[in-house]
């Protein structure tokens, strides 16, 4: 699956998510990248993460989506300046039906599987996925994913 025309899509959802908050959402791409898997999966992957970031942005934000490419994988990030994670608090948020206090006290949404749903499917791609996050200045996921090997590397028919 190619990522050149999947981040631009999801650029394009993540910027409609944000209208109402007044919540810019900015693509930042290093290189085109090719992975092996479900594009239907990782699309959900990459709206959720977008999701919670627009979701726990502040009213005039930023949330920041960046594609680089490293050690033969591609890093999908998504960096929101919301709320934050407290770090006693990380190491549970990809349990399923986890919410933090302040993610129950700032929105009433949520069922607290978003988060366990992106572990499961980066997990099945072979990947990892990690968080950065510091209370009241936002979080970073970032979605690790191995490059597909260079004899599969042609564009999508049709696409």
Known sequence: MAFGRLSEDLHRQASLLGQEGDIQVVLRTTA???VLGDELRLRELFLNLLDNAVKYSRPGGTVDIALTIELG?????VTDHGIGIAQD???QIFDRFYRTDAARAHTKKGTGLGLSI???IVESHHGRIEVQS?????STFTAILPLAPASTKR????R
């Open 155 to 158: 564009p999508l028919a049709g």
């Open 89 to 91: 608090d990380q190491p």
């Open 73 to 77: 994988h591609a890093k999908v990030s």
């Open 32 to 34: 085109p990248a090719v």
């Open 134 to 138: 510091q209370v009241g200045e936002g």
């Open 118 to 120: 992106c572990a499961w």
